[in-house]
């Protein structure tokens, strides 16, 4: 069965700084997504970035990057410049290239961006 | 805003009670998650229906059904309510299956006292 942890439950950073989040995995698949979802106080999970294990380049999204290393089932989320809206719970989470498609999430990193 | 709609956004119920919760896809979504979200289990798949049919099954309770109609949306089911029952849950959609992304709804919050 494929787990997902992040060893962080909370961090706080501020405003304008740099922050990584961490997550590792365990699977034995070798074709699989792996997501940053981000949950706002508002409660609505937001799809942050996507990588394909596939890929070797890491993905990116204007301040949002990750940092995949597959040998070591690591991927790490860092926001740069980060920004007070920032501030929300930060989910890293597995699927299967395959039929069984559901996500599989961490428990979540809680991130609060200091003025 | 994703697309997915959920009803309702609250809800608050006594134990023992049965509960609805519904879920209107993405238009032209063909594929439905649930999912529930509570503070000791976080996030969990409960079940996925693919253009009306059952998909995958996850750690969903017998007490929990769902569906999908021909219109695609979605029905969650929750009988003889507990306490422990009491969470988010949320309604993904996706165009496909397998190699799709999914697109949550805002969820319905679900009290049980």
Same mark, same amino acid.
């Given at each position: 069965a494929q787990t997902v942890t992040q060893s962080q439950p909370e961090m706080s950073v501020q405003e304008a700084e740099t922050v990584t989040l961490s997550c590792t995995y365990d699977t034995s698949e070798n074709n699989y997504y792996l997501f940053w979802y981000k949950q706002p106080p508002s409660r609505q999970m937001i799809l942050v970035i996507r990588q394909e294990a596939y890929k070797q380049q890491n993905a990116t999204e204007n301040r949002f990057s990750v940092n995949f290393q597959k040998a070591a089932k690591s991927f790490s989320l860092k926001i740069s #410049?980060?920004?007070?809206? #920032?501030?929300a719970m930060y989910f890293c989470a597995f699927m299967k290239m395959?039929? #069984?498609d559901k996500i599989i999430f961490g428990k979540g990193t809680r991130l609060h961006i200091l003025p | 805003d994703s697309g997915v709609t959920q009803t309702p956004k609250h809800l608050i119920t006594a134990t023992g009670q049965r509960v609805t919760l519904r879920c209107s896809p993405r238009s032209g979504d063909l594929s439905v998650y649930w999912y529930q979200q509570s503070l000791d289990q976080g996030l969990q798949f409960l079940i996925q229906y693919y253009n009306g049919e059952e998909r995958a099954k996850g750690?969903?309770? &017998?007490?929990f059904s769902a569906q999908q109609f021909p219109d695609l949306h979605s029905e969650l089911n929750l009988s003889?309510? &507990?306490? +422990?029952?009491s969470a988010l849950y949320f309604c993904a959609s996706s165009? +496909?299956?397998?190699e799709f992304e999914q697109y949550f709804g805002p969820g319905t919050r679900l009290t049980v006292t």
């Open positions: #410049d980060s920004q007070l809206g #920032d501030t395959n039929r #069984d | 750690n969903i309770l &017998e007490r003889s309510l &507990e306490l +422990g029952d165009v +496909g299956a397998g």
